[in-house]
């Protein structure tokens, strides 16, 4: 198995009809959530935020195809009627049904599909690859391949699927992700980790800048593995996140680049993680990229205006990995051997490392090219 | 003559080689102006405002195809050497030349070409329509058509030239505006009012959301219009430079539609701007107007990040102008009717309004669609 159900106690399955999908998750133990900070927030992501504070789920049900966003006291009602359906298939108790929708805004859930598409589902739960791969694919939008991880601490492992082309992708976009652990690990501790690690994984993905109305990431530890140590715990969290995070951005709408932006030597993390959001996010570097142009002035100018204080003319930039490794300002003086800096283009990933002088702070942050792959799936949706 | 020429006391002219365009203004006056808030900055913007300061400038001159950004002390020596050319061809004190530069970051200055340019455009300067019409012409990159504006304020005229696609475009993006009026007022004056303004029209236009490093608008006045009120100033140089941010914005790199977006009912206008900014600058707004898809979703959605506080359920949303305006949303119910929200995207304009409960703040933002053909323009543009 490669995701989720490797995780002892993990069952999944999926059923995907035409855009209307829905995945079930059964696995309990102790749970923590991250949500979406835009003020415009689908009411299952109200519902799930008041439901985590019990720290506990036993099931997570997730649909696809509409967003149930933008729609009110219905909406929160029909999220409330998802889970109380998810609860009496599984035979057990609603308030530990995890829930989450991906989809167009402002429609209402079909709640007669989804009840249909839940009875469906609950016989075939299984620890197996097949159910893994089936949920991975049942929360599926634009995404052009189902997004999994799984992470070896040795003692235990973490595991997740998600499924997202964007911080916001379309209307029907948004980032689910559904993370997994057999650790012993307490409620509190498994929230502050989830909410450290998802700060430098999934919150520095940047696809088109537009943030979701149901970005969600849920976390269950199934305690089967044992108690592990929480640094242990969190840097296998963090491998997974940032595995998956990457994931997303090189299945970012229309991408045909995976482009990685790490900020060395900032005032702090804070700093380091805004100016590589910001280069990482930038049209014109973005454009550049799929163009294959080292148009370096372009990261350059987006670093400057991310907000953060720093000399320009003590910067250095490279691009490229290993080898190809090539510096194109040092120190501030352009160094840029063009040829060179071209050869650093070509490829699937493309990789920019700038470096200050203000500091300690690091952070890494991806993301893809803007093609007119992008304007096209994006240009037609609700239609 | 239609824009700058017609104001008492200024005259212009232009050249374009190719890539690289030279404009020569005269125009003795008190001027103030706002610079770029980029942390990169080119020399010539870091010359400048040093320069402006003393509250007052005898002409201008700009060179498009070379941004001298990213040069360095180099780059602030050639932006000095290129007032003096300025200086010394005209017969005036080189510390009243008012610089401005656009095109391509990392790159030094011709200055032997600048300086065959001014000489050949000294006798050339003339309160002539071609003399406008050159500079305007002189300064383009990747703009289609040259921008310029001119307002009679009964009494005194206020007028300008800019260019810009973009708040920047691509490396040679950025926007210059060359404002004049021959209203008398003082610098200080003239300082407060021109940022007022500026924060009202050129800071509302979104076409990217990439910030350049030389972006600069300059006004002079020449005082032969004896003195008016600064409210009829201002409210003539807003109407000015509102003309000349919807011109940008219609022309932003491969645009086919303007948007405008208006926000009412905000707690203030700090955050009425940061609405409308953000939904004008949204890609997935963007495509969706260019697509001509009502996808009223991801204005909400949009609005929802831009870090101001409302309550989604109670705000309104409308498309559309005068008799095609149409509800989308009315205080929280989704009221659309999508054959008349489709017709609302049709046009050369899209306008939306969207009404928050939360107090009497209001402002309106522009932009462009996102197209093909932007992803096109800056795939491809060092090379």
Redesign the interface.
Known sequence: MKSICAVEGVEAAGIKEGKYGLALIRAAGSAAGVFT?????APCIELMERKILSGRLEAVIANSGCAN??T?SRGYADAEQMCIIAGEALGIDPASVGIASTG???RYLNLDLIGRQCRELVPLLAKSEEGEEQAAHAIMTTDLAPKHALIDGKKFLVAGICKGSGM?A??M?TMLAFLYTDAAVETGALRDILRRVSRRTFNRVVV??????NDIALCTATQEAGSVSERQLETALESCCRSLATQIAADGEGATKLIEVTVRGAMNEEDAAAIARTVVG???VK??V??E??????V???????G???D??RISLWAGEGQDRHAL?NC???V?D?SQAKKTMKGKKVVFELILEEGEGEATAWGCD???E??????????
Do not use: H
């Open positions: 900070s835009n003020r415009v927030r966003a933008y009110g167009v805004i402002g916001i379309p209307n976009g088109d800048g537009d943030m979701s109305t930038s049209p014109l454009t550049a799929y163009g142009d080292p148009n370096w002035g372009r350059v100018a987006a670093a400057g205006r991310a953060v204080a720093f320009p003319s300002v501030g003086s352009i840029v063009l803007l093609t007119e992008y304007v096209r799936i994006n240009g037609r949706y609700t239609t």
